[in-house]
């Protein structure tokens, strides 16, 4: 995509980052059509989510669907898989958390002034500095829009305690469920302490923009647009690690080729633990398919119609109204999360999750569900090859785009 600049964010808002303006969605009349996530669309992004989704829903529809989902995923019988499953997780999932005393910290990757001391932790600094200076703006955007997700961490350990029978009820349960629940958050807290310091001490960003940032995300929350059960959580949070992990790698490549390797290192070990994590998700999801295969696969056709968000969504920095799609645009183009990568990653979980295999255990719903996940892929090719040849036609031009994260200097970025 970064090569190709004909992929444009209808692709990206459809498959990589669905909501294009980071608004929060508010309700609407009951015969209002409802887009999971609030954007503007082109008559184009419409075609294609009706495409890929089988077409739009009204309010009341979507709202129906949902709760009969959460109804069948929380019926006793498959609350019971998840019972039954602790010691497999104790056995298999809590093993992938390393131990504190094994695991890097943010002082081991930035200069720490105790153990430099004042001269050496200031030579330091500007060493940083000037490693930093090489690095494109558009990057730059890009870090700070991984650095913002990662920093909405109470978000996200909140959403995994709506899991029922997975969750710590009390805060300090002793499940294997809750245990890895706390572990899982302690990794990710490192992940955007570790990027504000470096940015902090890069000194191109405007750190008080980035944090108010912060600050609204944490506030409007996420929209998941799934039931709160386990079997769609999981694959929610097994999908969103692995996209994790390839934003960050792909941060780490393209800030290396211009010539910042501690930064590269940084993003590197992020990216590392995020793949730790997916591993953890997609072993629970694999063994929610052999243990319960109907509920599952009929659980991932739901959350691939209603499309995985993003989890930084709803980011405002109180400035740009479409700061969201900006950022996605931006991320599109410098290769840091494209629309081919969701595609990609769709394509992955199917192979490791052995979905064209199922048959044993699958209701007729359930082989529908199979049939659509499947197919599915091939759809979002389609779609982006006509989203390529569209921009090509119209012979897009870059629209200047000021980030506030950055003090407001411009990135070229093709809208669609």
């Not at 191109?204 to 039931?227: C, F, K, N, Y």
């Not at 645009?329 to 064209?356: C, F, K, N, P």
């Amino acid at each position: 995509m970064a090569a190709a600049a004909t992929c444009t964010l209808v692709a990206a808002s459809r498959f990589g980052y669905p909501n294009s303006n980071g608004r929060q969605w508010k309700p609407r009349p009951a015969t209002a059509t409802v887009r999971f996530w609030r954007c503007r669309r082109s008559a184009a992004a419409a075609v294609a989510t009706a495409g890929v989704g089988g077409g739009a829903l009204t309010r009341r529809e979507a709202e129906g669907e949902e709760a009969r989902e959460l109804r069948r995923c929380l019926a006793p019988e498959r609350l019971e898989v998840l019972d039954q499953m602790e010691p497999w997780v104790e056995e298999h999932v809590l093993p992938l958390l390393k131990p504190v005393e094994a695991a890097w910290q943010p002082a081991d990757m930035v200069p720490d002034a105790a153990e430099l001391g004042a001269d050496g932790f200031h030579a330091a600094c500007v060493e940083l500095r000037e490693r930093a200076a090489g690095v494109p703006d558009a990057h730059l955007v890009c870090l700070v829009g991984n650095m913002v997700t990662e920093e909405a961490l109470p978000t996200y350990q909140s959403m995994a305690n709506r899991f029922q029978a997975a969750r710590d009820v009390t805060g300090v349960d002793d499940t294997a469920w809750a245990r890895w629940i706390r572990g899982w958050t302690a990794e990710e807290n490192r992940h955007g302490d570790l990027l504000n310091r470096y940015m902090y001490l890069s000194g191109r960003l405007d750190m008080r923009q980035v944090e108010r940032t912060v600050h609204r995300l944490i506030s409007s929350g996420m929209p998941m647009h799934a039931p709160a059960s386990p079997y769609h959580g999981f694959i929610y949070v097994a999908f969103q690690e692995r996209a994790t992990a390839i934003s960050h790698g792909n941060t780490a490549r393209n800030v290396l080729a211009h010539g910042d390797a501690v930064l590269a290192r940084i993003c590197g070990a992020i990216a590392a633990d995020e793949k730790r994590h997916e591993a953890a998700y997609t072993r629970v999801v694999e063994r929610l398919l052999e243990a319960d295969p109907d509920t599952t696969v009929r659980a991932l056709a739901y959350m691939m119609r209603r499309r995985i968000t993003m989890p930084a969504a709803l980011m405002d920095d109180g400035r740009d109204a479409d700061l969201f799609a900006h950022y996605a645009a931006a991320a599109q183009q410098a290769g840091t999360y494209t629309a081919s990568d969701y595609r990609g990653i769709l394509e992955h979980l199917i192979r490791r999750w052995r979905v064209e295999e199922l048959e044993a255990g699958l209701s007729g719903e359930g082989r529908r569900a199979r049939d659509y996940v499947c197919a599915l892929p091939q759809k979002i090719r389609r779609m982006e090859e006509k989203a390529q040849d569209r921009a090509a036609q119209m012979r897009k031009r870059p629209k200047t785009v000021p980030f506030s994260w950055i003090f407001d200097r411009p990135v070229d970025v093709i809208m669609p």
